[in-house]
Structure formats: structure tokens, C-alpha cells
């Protein structure tokens, strides 16, 4: 199977103290390459020989405990993060929160967020908005890219304006797929 260089890490060693073959559970020692999804592999890259899939030795042990290795592979990492005292990124973004638009205050600012590896939107509040932008590290604001957007409640041309400035934003940004994700023009339209 073909894998871009950038969603691997190849030509990497271990000693034979660290891996065990997932299936046999006998250790491993050689070149080895991790996968964008944190799976390991034997060899220097994907195409070299018949890559067979690795497991940490402590990890090994977790899911012989009759754990699933999602659930394993969070432990794992968590476990060292307890150790090295390394506090774990926030995963949970708060909901965003709208004052009611008024005739005298006919535009509002949307805030949100996009993956750097995917075209996933998210609408988030001015504090998340804020926290990333400014590399918060309760955040793990690197695999998003914080962007704003003026949205008009009212006008007689609010359908057009709005559309407009999502197209823009998108420009901006550079946050292509925003004109596929916002599709309601005239949402909190007063």
C-alpha cells in the first residue's frame, strides 16, 4: 500500500527492548516506521519487504488484558504524559454563544476553526477562537487554523452578502471547502 512521505515517519531503530511483533509478541530489533495513524510497521518505509505491525511492549501487555487498541494506545501515551508530567491538549471546544442581532447591530462575528490536515470546520466561541489564535498550550491549537467571519442579520441584499463574504474568507484564509460547509445564508436573520 502506498503511504504520501507525509504521513509517515520512516528509517526509524529500536533495540529489541521497546517492540514485540503484534502477533507473535516476540521482541523486535531493527528498522521500523510509523504510520500517520500511530500504527508501527517492520522495515524502513511501507515498501520495504512485507511490513508486519508492531506494538510497544507496554502496550503489548495492555492488550493482553483483553483491552482494544484504541483504548490501549490512550492509555499508553497517557501514561507517559503522567510521568513526564506533560498535561494533555485540550480536545473539547466550547459551543459558540450569539447575542440576538439587533436593527441598530445588524452584523455579527462567527468564529471558526479548521483542521490543518482536512477540510472539518468548527464553530467555535471568541474565547476558544482566541486561545488558539493566540497558541494557547491548554490547546492543541497546531492542527488548526483560527479564522473570523462578518456575518449581516439583516439588509435587503443579506442572502448575496453573506455568500459573498464566506467566499472571501475562504480566500483569505485559505481555508478551501468553507463555501461547501456554510450553505444557510440567512441564518440569525432578524
Given at each position: 500500500?502506498?503511504?504520501?512521505?507525509?504521513?509517515?515517519?520512516?528509517?526509524?531503530?529500536?533495540?529489541?527492548?521497546?517492540?514485540?511483533?503484534?502477533?507473535?509478541?516476540?521482541?523486535?530489533?531493527?528498522?521500523?516506521?510509523?504510520?500517520?495513524?500511530?500504527?508501527?510497521?517492520?522495515?524502513?518505509?511501507?515498501?520495504?519487504?512485507?511490513?508486519?505491525?508492531?506494538?510497544?511492549?507496554?502496550?503489548?501487555?495492555?492488550?493482553?488484558?483483553?483491552?482494544t487498541?484504541?483504548?490501549?494506545?490512550n492509555?499508553?501515551?497517557?501514561?507517559?504524559?503522567?510521568?513526564?508530567?506533560?498535561?494533555?491538549?485540550?480536545?473539547?471546544?466550547?459551543?459558540?454563544?450569539?447575542?440576538?442581532?439587533?436593527?441598530?447591530?445588524?452584523?455579527?462575528?462567527?468564529?471558526?476553526?479548521?483542521?490543518?490536515?482536512?477540510?472539518?470546520?468548527t464553530?467555535?466561541?471568541?474565547?476558544?477562537?482566541?486561545?488558539?489564535?493566540?497558541k494557547?498550550?491548554?490547546?492543541?491549537?497546531?492542527?488548526?487554523?483560527?479564522?473570523?467571519?462578518?456575518?449581516?442579520?439583516?439588509?435587503?441584499?443579506?442572502?448575496?452578502?453573506?455568500?459573498?463574504?464566506?467566499?472571501?474568507?475562504?480566500?483569505?484564509?485559505?481555508?478551501?471547502g468553507?463555501?461547501?460547509?456554510?450553505?444557510?445564508?440567512?441564518?440569525?436573520?432578524?
Amino acid at each position: 500500500m502506498y503511504y504520501p512521505k507525509s504521513k509517515i515517519v520512516s528509517d526509524q531503530y529500536t533495540n529489541g527492548n521497546e517492540l514485540v511483533y503484534r502477533t507473535s509478541k516476540k521482541p523486535y530489533t531493527g528498522k521500523y516506521h510509523i504510520l500517520a495513524n500511530g500504527k508501527l510497521y517492520t522495515g524502513t518505509n511501507a515498501a520495504d519487504g512485507v511490513p508486519q505491525e508492531l506494538v510497544y511492549t507496554a502496550l503489548n501487555d495492555y492488550l493482553e488484558e483483553g483491552n482494544t487498541l484504541n483504548t490501549a494506545t490512550n492509555t499508553y501515551y497517557d501514561s507517559i504524559r503522567r510521568q513526564q508530567n506533560i498535561t494533555p491538549p485540550m480536545v473539547e471546544l466550547l459551543e459558540p454563544k450569539y447575542t440576538q442581532p439587533t436593527v441598530k447591530y445588524p452584523v455579527l462575528t462567527r468564529y471558526f476553526l479548521r483542521r490543518t490536515n482536512n477540510a472539518i470546520f468548527t464553530e467555535v466561541s471568541l474565547e476558544d477562537y482566541t486561545a488558539i489564535k493566540n497558541k494557547d498550550k491548554k490547546y492543541n491549537w497546531g492542527i488548526y487554523i483560527p479564522f473570523e467571519l462578518p456575518w449581516s442579520t439583516s439588509g435587503a441584499y443579506i442572502k448575496g452578502t453573506n455568500e459573498r463574504m464566506v467566499l472571501l474568507t475562504e480566500q483569505r484564509y485559505k481555508v478551501y471547502g468553507f463555501t461547501q460547509y456554510i450553505t444557510n445564508y440567512t441564518e440569525f436573520s432578524i
